[in-house]
């Protein structure tokens, strides 16, 4: 993707979607117009990537996306909402490498669906394509009335 230093090349993930690589402006109203308001940003990897997100999806009540995992397999947080996941420069967000897009491609790639059990919250992996149905047999004729 060809891009300059007004446009950033990002990847944008939607609650129930595969990541895709967009180009969006490189301004604050850009990020706010592609998250749907108010932007916070989360530093939870040692690449240089930020989590662009809406600052208050879960008070909003948008769909949750996708869950953050720590080291230990964990979960900590839960991205509710659109997010974008952009690379950082020294004092500004900038377009991601071809390598990270990659990586966090591959990292955030299946989309989540979230179970609320109780006081626990299960997070189960969306299949990439409904399971077949068994085809149904019409009972034999002595048992239609």
């Known amino acids: 993707m060809e891009q300059n230093e007004n446009t950033l090349s990002v990847l944008k ?7 895709q690589q967009v ?3 490189n301004d604050l109203k850009a990020l706010q117009q ?15 990537v930020a989590i662009v997100y809406n600052d208050d ?5 948008l769909p949750l996306n996708r869950a ?13 909402g659109t997010f974008l996941v ?23 790639h299946q989309p989540e669906a979230f179970l609320k059990l109780g006081n626990r919250l299960l997070v189960l992996p969306v299949p990439d394509e409904p399971p077949a149905e068994k085809p149904r047999t019409k009972p034999p004729a002595e048992y239609d009335r």
């Open 86 to 108: 952009v690379g950082l420069g020294e004092e500004d967000f900038v377009s991601l490498s071809p390598e990270m897009a990659q990586k966090y491609e591959q990292l955030f």
């Open 68 to 80: 953050l995992w720590d080291e230990d397999g964990l979960m900590y947080d839960v991205i509710a």
């Open 57 to 61: 999806g879960k008070l909003m009540g």
């Open 34 to 48: 592609a998250v749907g308001g108010s932007i916070g940003a989360s530093y939870p990897f040692e690449d240089p």
């Open 13 to 19: 993930i939607a609650p129930g979607q595969y990541p």
């Open 23 to 25: 180009e969006i402006d």
